[in-house]
């Protein structure tokens, strides 16, 4: 997930500064860095209590500091792992805090809203730019294949479904991916549009095969 963090590089770096000779790493720097992580996979794989009390960890620690640049960082992140699983509401917590948030970020919400500009860019994450870039919609959905880390292909591919430019090849890759993380929410997500697909084209034997791998993955978890 680390493509999409976008988190001060001192909190990225937390882990191996607290080895380091120099002062101690902030306790809240760590701490947000955890729970970021957790409430992130808490969210994949449908996990809505951990990752609501794993959010509200990492954005508590976050508040303690003042800095209201990064406390709307924390509720971009959010948006993204939404975005990735095709929950494309309005990302409220971020709006209310865009004033205090620097161009980058800012940019990078308008992406995940299907709504970046030309000059949007350049400001966005290294893995979104070839997607946000691309001309054509095959060249995008080829970009997205090319991305390494899966939850910031996710997103890349979610950005693309909602701005109406999702091909059968985006499709393919979202739920091999999806499917590879063992990630429930996401995959159940794009079978839905792949199903939603099979059905208009009046491919009923695709969309019944389609609905029976749904069918599993809703399945509760073993206790």
Excluded: H
Excluded at 171 to 187: F, H, I, K, M, N
């Amino acid at each position: 997930m680390r493509n999409i963090k976008l988190l001060l590089s001192a909190l990225a770096m937390a882990a191996l500064a607290a080895c380091s000779s120099g002062p101690p790493v902030p306790d809240w720097k760590m701490n947000a860095q955890s729970s970021v992580e957790r409430f992130q996979a808490a969210y994949l794989n449908g996990n809505a209590l951990v990752e609501q009390t794993e959010f509200r960890r990492a954005r508590s620690q976050v508040a303690g500091t003042g800095k209201l640049e990064l406390v709307a960082r924390i509720e971009l992140l959010r948006c993204a792992a939404r975005v990735a699983s095709l929950a494309f509401d309005d990302c409220a917590g971020f709006d209310a805090l865009q004033a205090d948030a620097n161009d980058a970020d800012r940019a990078y919400a308008a992406y995940l809203a299907g709504k970046a500009q030309a000059s949007d860019i350049a400001l966005l994450p290294q893995a979104q730019r070839a997607p946000a870039g691309a001309g054509a919609d095959i060249a995008a959905a080829s970009a997205v294949a090319t991305i390494k880390d899966p939850l910031s292909q996710l997103v890349a591919a979610g950005v693309l479904l909602r701005s109406g430019r999702a091909t059968p090849e985006l499709l393919d890759t979202a739920v091999a991916t999806a499917s590879d993380q063992g990630w429930r929410r996401p995959l159940l997500a794009w079978l839905g549009v792949q199903r939603l697909r099979a059905e208009q084209a009046g491919d009923t034997q695709a969309a019944q095969r389609i609905a029976r791998r749904m069918a599993i993955v809703e399945q509760p978890l073993a206790p």
